[in-house]
């Protein structure tokens, strides 16, 4: 199967957090990945726009009844830029994990906007 959209792991933010789970959570973490990379529209079960939030994503994922989040947006089409995840342990997303993805989605545009400069 081909390639719908690209993964791009910014920084260690998301690398930190994966190094943290169980065998069994990165395996499904991986595989919901390549869900998000080769579905043509993927099921908000594993992929939600997430309304108010300046074009943030999260991917979603649940092992047993422990949920992860993955935040995530995208740049170009296709691309979707990886932030950091966490364990989802209430029914809303917590205001300081939805604000540290808001400053890395910031963070990642300012370096790209630096690196494209003369």
Known sequence: MSKKRELYFYKDYFRNFYKEQSAKVQKK???TF???EELDRVPEIYLK????ADGL???R???GS????IFCF???NNLVVVGHGFQKKTGKTPHKELDRALRIKKEYYEEKQKSNKP
Request: charged share 30%; aromatic share 18%.
């Open 61 to 63: 994922v649940q092992v």
């Open 66 to 69: 422990d949920i992860f989040r």
């Open 74 to 76: 995208f740049d170009k």
């Open 49 to 52: 726009h997430l309304e108010n």
């Open 57 to 59: 994503y999260e991917i």
């Open 34 to 36: 390549r869900a998000v």
């Open 29 to 31: 973490i991986l595989w």
